[in-house]
């Protein structure tokens, strides 16, 4: 069932979701080599303090962590480490969300440490454009696979495969609500958007092959291939108009 949110609701979402939005823009700033993935999950956990919100991801079905560091090959859900560092060349998804005033909002940046190879600064950079293509597709009447359709057909015209095993979701009082949103679909099919509907729409791309698998740790998805990947997410408020980004700016 999904469910609609009133405008007060839709407001503080967005409330929250400018703070995670704050939050990623500051992470950004330490993502530099010999940084551990522990050292940024503490930062994380310092600033939601800081900004009297509480972390989203902390307890959901027994995670421990306020964010989910996700280096190279490792798609989503990278948990943090004392023993993980970064080195100049890899790349870094953060994903972070927190709960403000009862609501949840969600949203994910890649990005890159010093310099990086053509092929990974290409990757960051198409799947940034894929979750704006899947976007642009949020307006009233349009149907739900209409964006998943708008991400595959970005991706996949520019060599690159989109992961099927995780999806985008509803978000609202809980992090993950109805319906799924998948990363691929064909047009004009899935239900009909309609004001009020709140999405955190997440592409998930690989440089390789589409295939993923978890690792003993129970969380960090990784790529079969071996081959990069990237995650960029917003949440986002269907509205009269059109949308409504909820989650700030997105670094790079
Ligand atoms: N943003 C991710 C998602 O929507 C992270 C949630 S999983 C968690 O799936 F356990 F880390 F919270
Ligand atoms: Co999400």
Redesign the pocket.
């Known amino acids: 069932m999904i469910i609609l949110k009133s405008a007060r609701e839709i407001e503080n979402i967005r409330r929250g979701g400018e703070i995670v939005g704050k939050i990623l823009m500051e992470l950004r700033n330490y993502v530099k080599p010999g940084i551990s993935t522990l050292e940024l999950d503490q930062l994380a956990e310092k600033l939601t303090g800081q900004f009297q919100v509480k972390p989203?991801?902390?307890g959901?079905?027994?995670?421990k962590?306020c964010l989910?560091t996700s280096i190279n090959d490792e798609v989503?859900?990278g948990i943090p480490s004392p023993k993980r560092f970064l080195k100049e060349g890899d790349i870094i998804g953060l994903?972070?969300?927190v709960i403000y005033e009862g609501y949840c909002s969600?949203?994910?940046i890649t990005v890159g440490i010093g310099k990086i190879s053509d092929e990974a600064q290409r990757l960051i950079r198409v799947t940034e454009e894929a979750l704006w293509q899947g976007i642009a597709e949020m307006r009233p009447k349009n149907r739900l696979f209409d964006i998943s359709h708008a991400v595959q057909k970005h991706v996949e015209q520019n060599g690159f495969s989109v992961v099927r095993q995780?999806v985008?979701?509803g978000?609202g009082q809980s992090?993950?609500e109805d319906p799924a949103i998948p990363n691929y679909g064909d047009p004009r099919t899935g239900i009909e958007l309609k004001a009020g509907m709140v999405f955190?729409i997440?592409p998930m791309v690989n440089a390789g092959g589409a295939e993923v698998r978890i690792l003993n740790d129970g969380?960090t998805a990784v790529t079969i291939d071996g081959g990069l990947s990237a995650h960029f997410?917003h949440t986002i408020a269907i509205s009269e108009e059109g949308h409504s980004v909820l989650t700030g700016a997105s670094p790079r």
């Open positions: 989203a991801f902390r959901y079905k027994g995670y962590h989910c989503v859900h994903d972070f969300g969600d949203a994910a995780f985008g979701h978000i992090l993950h955190a997440e969380w997410e």
